[in-house]
């Protein structure tokens, strides 16, 4: 028999009783009944009892034992009476009758609970991350995201894609944020800078002949903490595929993700056709460009129902500017005063005034239109509006207004806040989309100059005679975003391809020809010498596992994060470095004044 184990915590069945075995793990739970003890024992597949009456040879052993020893038992398999069958466990049909007991590891007090799912302080679960990990649902959700990460390898390669990895050390390059910088002990004054994702690289690899590349990929970004996402480092599902268009991006990648989500629903529904959204439409619709769909709540532009009307606010901020409207939050079943006060003081807390409403009632046998801008505007005008919306007996709207560009994530926050109040979302649903159509560039208005919208190796739409002969904020760009529940979960694009295009793309935001080459070269000189068409994508790992594990924080699915302060309590990083360290680098400090 095996010196430690001749079976895990979850092997045995009936079908072993009689056997002799051999378990060891961590005591999960230590009972006493009437002198006769019960021990909980787990291991990473499951949990065993065992019994220990006091004739037993390891009964001594088993009274000094506590929670989170690790022992060694041997034992024969016996059924379980009846009524004491535990259908909760695999294991439950059966116990063992333990002969011996070896104490291979003692523990210390503990800092924090194993034993069940109670809530504790952050700061003690990341410094104790590993006894944090023995819980049963982190450590099984960290168990589903190996699954997902494993899922998402064979589906990928059975798409014909090719896994190659790509280098850590690189060079600075401008993704959006922040870079980790690591200075060269053999170049004194020169660093290196970890990715803050694989894009030139694995637009190198098209260039290079490999024609489908995929790889899992850590991607490190010096940025100031989100709620979606990790500090400091994050997991990529990274692709790039040459001679493809937009179209052959999308029906590719949308297949291979709604089978991950399938593989994983545990009951919940997912979508079969991604609708395709452009970018201006979900903004209109939905006030964001990455959308919860099970959200039933479609926004509409109620503007002329308010022109000219006697709501004077409303009436007045449209005659203001051409560039104003009134939007329409519709919600079914919200038709009560107590439903709009909570929606009014909602807003209020969003640091707006309040937030108009309608809502539709019986009153005295008739239909009735309640609340002061319905008796403002007029029944004619209340009227059409319902109809435009198509509301009945028992259902509201609430309305946004102004210069959209300034309240449409106000209004999108709306619709989200009115959904849950009237209980609309399904929670039982992946619905996933397609975000099409970006805008190519933005106006800074820190810095008074165009800048990019979004990825700035994308093409733009109508490629260098849009952007010799275009306004440069009306140019869309080959650019997509997959959407699942409200969180954008991929980002990707087809690729410029083209030197004299790059040139011109990044000229219109000040850099030359010269900024260009000497920020990327390799990418540059690359084009120079047959470049095909490309494009690609980049899923977000993290937040993808967080949604098929049903938790809105990414700590839940991530084996050792860092904390909200992007410090890693466990290890103690960051930490400073001796000396020596710092003149092999040639460093030296400067540390602002405290």
Same mark, same amino acid.
């Given at each position: 028999?095996?010196?430690?184990?001749?079976?895990?915590?979850? =092997?045995?069945?009936?079908?072993?009783?009689?056997?002799?075995?051999?378990?060891?793990?961590?005591?999960?739970?230590?009972?006493?009944?009437?002198?006769?003890?019960?021990?909980?024992?787990?291991?990473?597949?499951?949990?065993?009892?065992?019994?220990?009456?006091?004739?037993?040879?390891?009964?001594?052993?088993?009274?000094?034992?506590?929670?989170?020893?690790?022992?060694?038992?041997?034992?024969?398999?016996?059924? +379980?009476?009846?009524?004491?069958?535990?259908?909760?466990?695999?294991?439950?049909?059966?116990?063992?009758?333990?002969?011996?007991?070896?104490?291979?590891?003692?523990?210390?007090?503990?800092?924090?609970?194993?034993?069940?799912?109670?809530?504790?302080?952050? =700061?003690? /679960?990341?410094?104790?991350?590993?006894?944090? $990990?023995?819980?049963?649902?982190?450590?099984? #959700?960290?168990? *589903?995201?190996?699954?997902?990460?494993?899922?998402?390898?064979?589906?990928?390669?059975?798409?014909?894609?090719?896994?190659?990895?790509?280098?850590?050390?690189?060079?600075?390059?401008?993704?959006?944020?922040?870079?980790?910088?690591?200075?060269?002990?053999?170049?004194?004054?020169?660093?290196?800078?970890?990715?803050?994702?694989?894009?030139?690289?694995?637009?190198?690899?098209?260039?290079?002949?490999? =024609?489908?590349?995929?790889?899992?990929?850590?991607?490190?970004?010096?940025?100031?903490? +989100?709620?979606?996402?990790?500090?400091?480092?994050?997991?990529?599902?990274?692709?790039?595929?040459?001679?493809?268009?937009?179209?052959?991006?999308?029906?590719?990648?949308?297949?291979?993700?709604?089978?991950?989500?399938?593989?994983?629903?545990?009951?919940?529904?997912?979508?079969?056709?991604?609708?395709?959204?452009?970018?201006?439409?979900?903004?209109?619709?939905?006030?964001?460009?990455?959308? !919860?769909?099970?959200?039933?709540?479609?926004?509409?532009?109620?503007?002329?129902?308010?022109?000219?009307?006697?709501? *004077?606010?409303?009436?007045?901020?449209?005659?203001?500017?051409?560039?104003?409207?009134?939007?329409?939050?519709?919600?079914?079943?919200?038709?009560?005063?107590?439903?709009?006060?909570?929606? #009014?003081?909602?807003?209020?807390?969003?640091?707006?005034?309040?937030?108009?409403?309608?809502?539709? /009632?019986? $009153?005295?046998?008739?239909?009735?239109?309640?609340?002061?801008?319905?008796?403002?505007?007029?029944?004619?005008?209340?009227?059409?509006?319902?109809?435009?919306?198509?509301?009945?007996?028992?259902?509201?709207?609430?309305?946004?207004?102004? #210069?959209?560009?300034?309240?449409?994530?106000?209004?999108?926050?709306?619709?989200? *806040?009115?959904?849950?109040?009237?209980?609309?979302?399904?929670?039982?649903?992946?619905?996933?989309?397609?975000?099409?159509?970006?805008?190519?560039?933005?106006?800074?208005?820190?810095?008074?100059?165009?800048?990019?919208?979004?990825?700035?190796?994308?093409?733009? *739409?109508?490629?260098? !005679?849009?952007?010799?002969?275009? !306004?440069?904020?009306?140019?869309?760009?080959?650019?997509?975003?997959?959407?699942?529940?409200?969180?954008?979960?991929?980002?990707?694009?087809?690729?410029?391809? $083209?030197?004299?295009?790059?040139?011109?793309?990044?000229?219109?935001?000040?850099?030359?020809?010269?900024?260009?080459?000497?920020?990327?070269?390799?990418?540059?000189?690359?084009?120079?010498?047959?470049?095909?068409?490309?494009?690609?994508?980049?899923?977000?790992?993290?937040?993808?596992?967080?949604?098929?594990?049903?938790?809105?924080?990414? /700590?839940?699915?991530?084996?050792?994060?860092?904390?909200?302060?992007?410090?890693?309590?466990?290890?103690?990083?960051?930490?400073?470095?001796?000396?020596?360290?710092?003149?092999?680098?040639?460093?030296?400090?400067?540390?602002?004044?405290?």
């Amino acid at each position: 028999m095996h010196r430690y184990r001749s079976h895990t915590c979850a =092997d045995l069945r009936a079908s072993n009783v009689g056997d002799t075995v051999r378990l060891s793990g961590w005591v999960h739970r230590v009972r006493d009944h009437g002198g006769v003890l019960f021990i909980d024992l787990r291991d990473h597949y499951g949990i065993t009892q065992v019994v220990i009456d006091p004739d037993s040879n390891g009964f001594k052993t088993a009274e000094d034992v506590r929670s989170e020893w690790v022992i060694c038992l041997e034992g024969n398999v016996k059924a +379980r009476t009846e009524e004491t069958v535990n259908s909760d466990l695999p294991t439950g049909d059966i116990e063992i009758y333990a002969r011996e007991i070896e104490v291979l590891s003692q523990a210390a007090e503990l800092p924090m609970p194993v034993f069940g799912e109670q809530e504790y302080p952050e =700061d003690i /679960r990341l410094k104790y991350r590993f006894l944090d $990990l023995r819980r049963e649902t982190l450590h099984a #959700n960290i168990m *589903k995201r190996q699954a997902v990460i494993s899922d998402m390898r064979s589906r990928m390669e059975t798409a014909g894609f090719f896994e190659f990895q790509t280098p850590i050390l690189t060079a600075s390059s401008p993704e959006g944020a922040r870079d980790f910088l690591v200075p060269s002990r053999i170049h004194p004054g020169n660093f290196y800078a970890l990715p803050q994702a694989p894009q030139q690289y694995k637009q190198l690899i098209m260039m290079s002949g490999f =024609d489908r590349y995929f790889q899992i990929a850590p991607c490190f970004r010096d940025e100031d903490p +989100r709620a979606d996402r990790l500090p400091g480092e994050f997991y990529q599902l990274d692709l790039e595929m040459s001679f493809v268009e937009q179209e052959d991006v999308l029906t590719t990648m949308e297949p291979v993700i709604t089978e991950v989500f399938e593989q994983f629903a545990d009951g919940k529904t997912v979508t079969k056709n991604w609708p395709r959204i452009p970018y201006r439409e979900a903004i209109r619709k939905y006030g964001s460009d990455k959308p !919860d769909l099970r959200n039933p709540i479609e926004m509409q532009n109620v503007s002329e129902h308010f022109r000219g009307s006697g709501f *004077k606010v409303f009436a007045g901020i449209l005659d203001a500017d051409d560039n104003n409207e009134v939007w329409a939050i519709p919600v079914k079943g919200a038709g009560s005063r107590k439903h709009c006060d909570r929606m #009014n003081s909602w807003a209020q807390g969003e640091g707006q005034p309040g937030m108009g409403y309608i809502f539709w /009632r019986e $009153l005295e046998g008739k239909f009735d239109a309640a609340g002061p801008i319905a008796k403002n505007i007029g029944p004619e005008r209340t009227e059409a509006m319902r109809e435009q919306l198509g509301l009945e007996l028992g259902d509201a709207v609430f309305f946004a207004a102004g #210069n959209p560009a300034k309240f449409a994530s106000f209004a999108g926050d709306a619709r989200t *806040k009115a959904a849950e109040e009237a209980g609309l979302i399904n929670e039982n649903a992946f619905e996933l989309c397609w975000i099409v159509d970006f805008p190519f560039y933005e106006w800074d208005e820190e810095n008074k100059k165009v800048e990019f919208g979004h990825n700035p190796f994308s093409m733009p *739409k109508g490629g260098i !005679d849009a952007l010799n002969n275009e !306004d440069p904020l009306k140019i869309d760009a080959m650019q997509y975003d997959m959407v699942c529940n409200g969180f954008e979960i991929a980002s990707g694009g087809i690729r410029n391809h $083209l030197p004299e295009t790059m040139v011109k793309a990044f000229g219109i935001t000040g850099l030359s020809q010269a900024d260009v080459e000497e920020r990327f070269g390799g990418l540059y000189r690359a084009f120079q010498y047959g470049a095909p068409p490309h494009g690609g994508m980049a899923a977000g790992v993290d937040r993808i596992v967080m949604l098929i594990c049903g938790t809105k924080n990414l /700590r839940e699915i991530t084996m050792f994060p860092m904390n909200q302060q992007a410090k890693d309590l466990l290890m103690g990083a960051p930490s400073a470095v001796d000396k020596p360290q710092l003149k092999d680098l040639h460093l030296k400090l400067n540390l602002p004044k405290e």
